[in-house]
């Protein structure tokens, strides 16, 4: 179905680079578009219909999920506590998921955005908002997103080209794989939380 669809929108593939980018712009002010799918979607089309612009489209994703991020960077910088007000933003940032992305950007540094720029949606852009809400200087969270950014669109738009011929199951995979990232990552900030708050316990206990 999806290879009818390009098929018959072929008019349209020297713009597609253009058109990713500016979904990826949407995404990263909380329109939910999905940047994994867009990525995976773009190594399909690059290996099947543009294999001579094959980097000029990863390019211009790339730089799509970049600003995207210093878009939701942005966004947490200029509203700051606000944001856990306004609808649009109040279901993904929260201060206790900002006061735990705070304590995992001081304890592991860029670690945290290599682990997170490969979680979907909400999570991934409330790292960035949480980014800007922390008052992380620009300059350092540069460094820190543009290596995981790099890192992460390089592996999904690979698998998007390599796996052109099973699509759909990519896919499918994707789904599955990130309810599983989603669970994981919320069972061990959840472990986390509850082992700091056992190890205060204990201490005034002691005391």
């Not at 593939?13 to 500016?22: N, T």
């Not at 993904?92 to 682990?115: A, D």
């Not at 796996?163 to 599983?180: D, V, W």
Request: glycine fraction near 8%; hydrophobic fraction near 50%.
């Amino acid at each position: 179905m999806f290879n009818e669809l390009i098929s018959n929108l072929s008019f349209w593939l020297p713009y597609i680079p253009y058109i990713f980018f500016a979904l990826l712009l949407l995404a990263g002010i909380n329109i939910p578009i999905s940047e994994d799918i867009i990525l995976l979607t773009g190594g399909m089309i690059a290996n099947r219909y543009m294999p001579e612009q094959t980097y000029w489209l990863y390019g211009w994703l790339f730089a799509g999920c970049l600003i995207s991020g210093w878009e939701a960077y942005g966004i947490g910088r200029y509203f700051g506590p606000k944001l856990f007000d306004y609808r649009f933003s109040k279901h993904i940032v929260t201060p206790l998921r900002v006061e735990s992305l705070g304590r995992l950007f001081h304890r592991f540094g860029i670690f945290t955005f290599l682990i997170g720029r490969f979680i979907p949606g909400g999570v991934r852009n409330a790292l960035f908002m949480s980014s800007g809400l922390c008052r992380m200087p620009f300059s350092l969270f540069l460094i820190r997103d543009g290596v995981a950014c790099l890192l992460s669109t390089s592996v999904t738009f690979s698998l998007g080209y390599i796996f052109a011929g099973n699509y759909e199951a990519i896919i499918s995979f994707f789904k599955t794989y990130n309810n599983i990232v989603i669970l994981t990552i919320l069972f061990l900030i959840i472990a986390f939380v509850l082992y700091r708050f056992i190890k205060k316990k204990n201490h005034q206990i002691s005391k």
